[in-house]
């Protein structure tokens, strides 16, 4: 999954369904949910996207988005925030509010 900042972010969730995982090296959780959104990312391809961001490498987009605790997902559809997410949640949670925003 591709790690973006606080230049690219705004291109990359302008079109379709992008989840953007905000997490931190340091977090044991984000750990975990990494391999769960690689998985996803490959069976939704053409569907939905998935990038991540580094809360201590862009923490001006941390602050943007209000996230207190990681990791957060925050789904967007055509640059808008639709859903966020919190916490290390199963694949199919996850895969259910994609699919929700389809």
Same mark, same amino acid.
């Given at each position: 999954? %591709?790690?973006?900042?606080?230049?690219? /972010?705004?291109?990359?969730? $302008?079109?379709? @369904?992008?989840? #953007?995982?905000?997490?931190?090296?340091?977090?044991?959780?984000?750990?975990?949910?990494?391999?769960?959104?690689?998985?996803?990312?490959?069976?939704?391809?053409?569907?939905?996207?998935?990038? %991540?961001?580094?809360?201590?490498?862009? /923490?001006?987009?941390?602050? $943007?988005?209000? @996230?207190?605790? #990681?990791?957060?997902?925050?789904?967007?559809?055509?640059?808008?925030?639709?859903?966020?997410?919190?916490?290390?949640?199963?694949?199919?949670?996850?895969?259910?509010?994609?699919?929700?925003?389809?």
């Amino acid at each position: 999954m %591709k790690i973006v900042g606080s230049n690219e /972010l705004k291109s990359e969730i $302008e079109k379709g @369904i992008t989840v #953007v995982d905000f997490f931190a090296t340091w977090c044991g959780p984000c750990k975990m949910l990494a391999p769960v959104l690689e998985g996803l990312s490959g069976e939704m391809e053409g569907k939905a996207r998935f990038i %991540k961001v580094d809360i201590d490498q862009s /923490l001006e987009l941390a602050n $943007e988005f209000q @996230i207190s605790s #990681v990791p957060t997902m925050i789904i967007f559809k055509d640059g808008q925030k639709v859903e966020q997410l919190v916490g290390f949640l199963p694949k199919e949670k996850i895969q259910q509010a994609v699919e929700a925003n389809l």
